[in-house]
Structure formats: structure tokens, C-alpha cells
């Protein structure tokens, strides 16, 4: 099944009263907001609107990795293991593994394949200029 149409102009997937009764109660149930959508083939962020909308609370999200499993997991990736690699070993997703990354300060690769960033957009390295008015 198709759910993108043209490039362009994707097919929108528009939900019923059942269908939104459904994906509250799942969600109430504990699905994840990914499981979600991929069940009502909607983008996660139309799930959480509709959740928004509904008034569903949003559960608290809790922390799968400790700051030791971190340190543990940023060795393995700094030996050259893929972040994909290094997530599964440790149980969680990829952005899981990368959003700990960010905050415990870890540097993250870019993807093999990707193209590395352009000198526009690095901060320009000079040297500050003479102050004229420095004897």
C-alpha cells in the first residue's frame, strides 16, 4: 500500500471517531507513540496531535540509559561501532542512543555516505583586528 502517492503530494490519512477512540485507548494502554503510528499509518506527530487534541495526558518519559551504560556505549561507538550497532546492544533506538549522546556530551559522526558539512556553515576562524587605536 502506497501511503506517500506522489513525492509532492502525499495521501493524508484521515481518522474516524473509532479509529481516534482506538488510538487513545491504545495509547492509555502503553503503546508507543511509534507503534501508534505505524498501526494507524499516520507520521508520530500527527499521532501526538491527535492525542493533544483528545486530551490524552502525556506519560512521563523515563530514561532507559544510566550515565554508566552511556559511558559504556560512547566507548564502543568511539571504537568505530555504528551508533545503529552500538543502540541495539544496548536495547534502545538509535535516536535513543543519539539524544544521550547529545546530552552527555558526546561527539556523534555523520552518517557514512552523508555529505560532510559545508565551510558556509562553520563559524568563520580569524583572527580578531588590530585595534587602530593601539599604540
Do not use: C
Not at 2 to 18: A, I
Not at 71 to 88: N, P
Amino acid at each position: 500500500m502506497d501511503l506517500w502517492g506522489r513525492l509532492s503530494n502525499p495521501v493524508q490519512r484521515r481518522l474516524s471517531e473509532h479509529d481516534l477512540d482506538g488510538l487513545s485507548q491504545a495509547d492509555v494502554e502503553g503503546s508507543s507513540i511509534d507503534a501508534l503510528a505505524r498501526r494507524f499509518s499516520i507520521h508520530r506527530n500527527t499521532v501526538i496531535g491527535h492525542l493533544d487534541r483528545l486530551g490524552v495526558p502525556r506519560r512521563r518519559t523515563v530514561r532507559t540509559m544510566t550515565d554508566r551504560t552511556v559511558r559504556q556505549a560512547a566507548i564502543r561507538y568511539r571504537r568505530g561501532e555504528s551508533l545503529k550497532v552500538v543502540a541495539t546492544k544496548f536495547g534502545v533506538d538509535a535516536r535513543t542512543l543519539a539524544r544521550e549522546f547529545r546530552r552527555a556530551g558526546v561527539q556523534i559522526r555523520q552518517r557514512r555516505g552523508w555529505p560532510a558539512p559545508s565551510l558556509a556553515t562553520q563559524p568563520a576562524q580569524t583572527e580578531p583586528a588590530a585595534d587602530p587605536f593601539d599604540p
